[in-house]
């Protein structure tokens, strides 16, 4: 069965440096998402992303955040210069139609120290 | 902003017996109502997912029950084993399939053996 794949599994970085955490979605889905979840709280939207560009981003996606997609199948999200608050799961989603059904990997655990 | 309340925020049930996990949303701006299933270290998963138009949807021992008019809607877990022992998130997605998807707070759920 298809799946959304992510790597690292966990990364553990100093205070500003800078983190890429990649994805690759489901081969035939075009709308491609980054969520994050802080131990024991919720999942937050980051950025969606569909057609090659940012379809919309939250709050929290400010300047220190990019993503992008730099060939067919790849996914990345990038963090120029990490704080200790970004230390999070990040979690890649993917879905083929704009629905409710996101497909998720199975996350990048980012530890900033 | 939109939200969607989800409740309670944890859930402690004897293996055999129901879980009923509750959430709520704000406007009538969402017309696709999934729940979505995260176990430890995993990516959440699709669990069910049910549209305004019908009030019930059922997928073995997994029932959504949907209030349109409450504007509530609830997972039931029949005969509740340990397994299903995971974190349970709703979600809303928005009619603007420009805007993002909502997710609750989530609900820890743990199946006594």
């Known amino acids: 069965e298809p799946e959304v794949t992510q790597t690292p599994s966990h990364q553990v970085t100093q205070m500003g440096q800078e983190v890429i955490l990649r994805c690759v979605p489901i081969?035939?889905?075009?709308?491609f998402y980054w969520y994050r979840q802080i131990l024991g709280q919720k999942v937050e939207f980051l950025v969606s992303?569909?057609?090659?560009?940012?379809?919309?981003k939250s709050e929290i996606f400010d300047d220190q955040f990019s993503v992008e997609r730099p060939d067919g199948s790849n996914f990345t999200l990038k963090i120029r210069s990490t704080k200790l608050e970004d230390s999070a799961m990040y979690f890649c989603a993917s879905n083929r139609e704009i629905t409710g059904e996101l497909f998720f990997g199975e996350g990048s655990r980012l530890t900033v120290l | 902003q939109q939200q969607v309340k989800q409740s309670p925020q944890s859930l402690i049930v004897q293996k055999g017996g129901i879980s009923i996990i509750n959430c709520a949303y704000e406007?009538?701006?969402?017309?696709?109502f999934p729940w979505y299933q995260q176990f430890p270290g995993k990516g959440p998963a699709l669990l069910i997912a049910?549209?305004?138009?019908?009030s019930e949807k059922k997928e073995g021992r997994f029932t959504i029950s949907f209030n349109k008019s409450a504007k509530q809607f609830s997972l039931h877990i029949m005969d509740s084993q340990p397994g299903d022992s995971a974190t349970y998130f709703c979600?809303?997605?928005?009619?603007?399939?420009?805007?993002?998807?909502?997710f609750g707070k989530g609900t820890r759920l743990h199946i006594l053996p």
């Open positions: 979600a809303a997605t928005p009619f603007n399939r420009d805007d993002k998807i909502i």
């Open positions: 406007n009538t701006a969402f017309d696709y």
């Open positions: 049910i549209r305004p138009d019908v």
């Open positions: 992303f569909y057609n090659n560009e940012i379809s919309e």
């Open positions: 081969s035939n889905h075009l709308y």
